[in-house]
């Protein structure tokens, strides 16, 4: 009875306390954080010692919001689910676990939980986010990822299964579009894999290639265990064309092929000067014919 839960176990039986027993547990005394939508924001996360740089060997953190990671560290390595929230090295080895939010979203909004292991040291700590503001209903229940022409995006979820599948088999993922269509078949794929020991964490990241203006759009992913099928998460794809720019605009030329503006000009001026010049001279000659 008295020996010490891992860390993973810990967080889960946390998780597992929000989610499943919601109804029984207790949430009234739970420290609460005020946001506004676009600001900033730090949530507070601290390691248990004294030493003022830490070993990261020996550091493992993970945030959870309303029963899904959002952010990692673990063997020297700092992982988060959106560009906007961040985990610092450099924080990390001071002590500081805090979990930074950058842009605030309404959809930021639930109740977060952050545990920590240093050696044999733990600690986890809770809290609950409100977000004041309002955006548009559409950006309030999705986050949002960039992605560029040409590139690779990920589409990032890792959620909570319990109780753990006794086999990878029981369990399935499928990515669907806002209009119910499958992503490209030829330039996207999705894995599942456990992302922890115990089979409970799982991570059915979506990987696009060579991301068109076409892919932009809403992306939702299905989980199906034991005969149910659950929407698990919701992410808005934004695609952004680095060579776009504003079209100049061309005249033709005389064989029907575009010229140069600027080259265009050039030649007109020549010839209006070459006008005005002739004129000038027919009328010396005419005045001095005169004279």
């Given at each position: 009875m008295g020996e010490a839960w891992s860390p993973p176990l810990?967080?889960?039986?946390?998780?597992?306390?929000?989610?499943?027993?919601?109804?029984?547990?207790?949430?009234?005394?739970?420290?609460?954080?005020?946001?506004?939508?676009?600001?900033?924001?730090?949530?507070?996360?601290?390691?248990?010692?004294?030493?003022?740089?830490?070993?990261?060997?020996?550091?493992?953190?993970?945030?959870?919001?309303?029963?899904?990671?959002?952010?990692?560290?673990?063997?020297?390595?700092?992982?988060?689910?959106?560009?906007?929230?961040?985990?610092?090295?450099?924080?990390?080895?001071?002590?500081?676990?805090?979990?930074?939010?950058?842009?605030?979203?309404?959809?930021?909004?639930?109740?977060?939980?952050?545990?920590?292991?240093?050696?044999?040291?733990?600690?986890?700590?809770?809290?609950?986010?409100?977000?004041?503001?309002?955006?548009?209903?559409?950006?309030?229940?999705?986050?949002?990822?960039?992605?560029?022409?040409?590139?690779?995006?990920?589409?990032?979820?890792?959620?909570?299964?319990?109780?753990?599948?006794?086999?990878?088999?029981?369990?399935?993922?499928?990515?669907?579009?806002?209009?119910?269509?499958?992503?490209?078949?030829?330039?996207?794929?999705?894995i599942l894999q456990p992302v922890d020991n115990m089979n409970?964490?799982?991570?059915?990241?979506?990987?696009?290639?060579?991301?068109?203006?076409?892919?932009?759009?809403?992306?939702?992913?299905?989980?199906?265990?034991?005969?149910?099928?659950?929407?698990?998460?919701?992410?808005?794809?934004?695609?952004?064309?680095?060579?776009?720019?504003?079209?100049?605009?061309?005249?033709?030329?005389?064989?029907?092929?575009?010229?140069?503006?600027?080259?265009?000009?050039?030649?007109?001026?020549?010839?209006?000067?070459?006008?005005?010049?002739?004129?000038?001279?027919?009328?010396?000659?005419?005045?001095?014919?005169?004279?």
């Amino acid at each position: 009875m008295g020996e010490a839960w891992s860390p993973p176990l810990r967080l889960l039986i946390l998780l597992l306390g929000v989610n499943v027993m919601g109804a029984v547990l207790d949430t009234s005394g739970m420290p609460q954080v005020t946001s506004r939508v676009g600001d900033n924001l730090h949530l507070e996360c601290l390691v248990p010692v004294e030493n003022f740089r830490l070993d990261l060997s020996l550091l493992t953190v993970h945030w959870a919001k309303d029963g899904n990671i959002k952010a990692t560290f673990e063997n020297m390595v700092a992982r988060v689910a959106l560009s906007r929230l961040q985990l610092s090295v450099y924080e990390l080895e001071r002590g500081n676990a805090s979990l930074v939010i950058g842009e605030v979203k309404p959809a930021d909004a639930g109740l977060y939980l952050c545990s920590v292991t240093y050696g044999n040291r733990e600690t986890t700590s809770q809290m609950r986010l409100k977000v004041q503001g309002t955006m548009s209903p559409t950006t309030e229940t999705v986050q949002e990822v960039a992605g560029k022409t040409g590139d690779r995006s990920l589409l990032w979820c890792v959620f909570l299964v319990t109780p753990a599948p006794a086999s990878p088999g029981q369990l399935s993922t499928r990515w669907t579009r806002e209009d119910g269509t499958s992503p490209s078949v030829q330039r996207s794929h999705h894995i599942l894999q456990p992302v922890d020991n115990m089979n409970t964490m799982w991570n059915a990241t979506l990987f696009i290639e060579q991301v068109t203006l076409a892919d932009a759009g809403l992306y939702h992913c299905f989980v199906t265990y034991q005969d149910k099928e659950k929407e698990t998460c919701i992410l808005m794809l934004k695609v952004e064309d680095p060579k776009t720019r504003a079209r100049i605009r061309h005249f033709p030329s005389a064989v029907g092929q575009p010229e140069e503006p600027m080259q265009r000009y050039l030649e007109v001026g020549m010839v209006l000067g070459v006008v005005v010049t002739a004129c000038g001279v027919a009328l010396v000659l005419a005045l001095c014919y005169k004279g």
